[in-house]
């Protein structure tokens, strides 16, 4: 039998991690969960609460971090470099203290230099962090972007590279966030195009998907714009999501859902990809 997707969304932790957290969760129906665990855009790093995450990780609720969306590996300015590396070792360490299973982290752009020079930086500066996090720590997982600008990852052919420059790490893992695929040209919404996306990401990371943001899209098939959109009223449709927690490769893996409004709009959401389910 085909193991079951959990399905969740991303929570707001106010009134602290555990506490807002599970509790958001219980509202919007959701089996799993996303978290913060410090300032999304800016580079201050949160000590956070030894109690709150003791109570999250003995809760039994599996949860991811997503990492500070200032990260960019790629840039050429030394200052960016230098705090997305803390960042990224102090969420790793925060994600371990909470019991998460994952770190998302966007794969980040070449800015204004070539992506040779960009991609010699994820090596340089990405490898000795994925070889700090012990066997049964958090994955460090890979989320392609919409391929706007000069972003280093957006099909699911470009994580090859990117895994190969990372010497196919064994904590490096992926997210696979649905508008961006749709967004850099993954057509999710034709007939057969989960399978066709899901078959070619097994190609170069197989086993390596470990989460799926499931968002749909405001934007057509391309646009290279990353507009998330409720599930089932955007682009992608909602057959695709039923297509994807039916694929073989995505047997399994959480699925979380980023997508707009409050908690009522989140519920309906999670409701649906569970009847799809």
């Known amino acids: 039998m085909t193991p079951s997707n959990l399905i969740g969304g991303h929570v707001f932790v106010a009134g602290g991690l555990a506490t807002g957290g599970l509790r958001h969760a ?18 201050a ?9 003791a109570k999250l990780r003995e ?21 960016t470099l230098e705090s997305s590396v803390a960042v990224i070792r102090h969420t790793l360490r925060r994600a371990a203290a909470i019991g998460a299973l994952g770190v998302v982290v966007h794969t980040g752009s070449a800015v204004s230099q070539s992506r040779e020079d960009a991609m010699r930086q994820v090596r340089e500066h990405l490898l000795p962090l994925l070889d700090e996090i ?7 997982l890979l989320e392609p972007m919409a391929g706007q600008g000069r972003m280093l990852c957006a099909t699911v052919q470009d994580l090859g590279p990117y895994l190969e420059a990372l010497d196919f790490h064994p904590k490096a893992g992926v997210c696979l966030d649905t508008c961006h695929a749709f967004a850099a ?21 197989p086993g ?31 057959q695709a999501f039923a297509d994807l ?13 980023e997508t707009p409004g409050k908690a009522d709009k989140h519920r309906e959401d999670i409701e649906l990809l569970k009847k799809l389910r």
């Open 245 to 257: 927690m039916r694929h073989p490769v995505a047997a399994g893996v959480p699925v979380c859902i």
């Open 208 to 238: 390596r998907l470990k989460l799926i943001h499931a968002n749909d899209s405001k934007d057509a098939c391309g646009s290279k714009r990353d507009r998330h959109e409720n599930i089932g009223a955007g682009h992608i449709g909602a």
């Open 134 to 140: 012990p066997g049964d720590g958090p994955d460090l």
């Open 185 to 205: 040209g993954h057509d999710l919404a034709a007939p057969d195009g989960v399978r066709l996306t899901l078959d070619a990401l097994h190609e170069v990371a």
């Open 59 to 79: 809760s039994g609720m599996p949860a991811f971090v997503h990492a500070n969306y200032l990260v960019n590996f790629g840039s050429p300015t030394e200052a």
């Open 26 to 43: 219980a509202d919007i129906g959701a089996e799993m969960i996303q978290v913060f665990v410090s300032n999304p855009r800016g580079w």
């Open 45 to 53: 790093l949160s000590a956070g609460d030894p109690a709150e995450d």
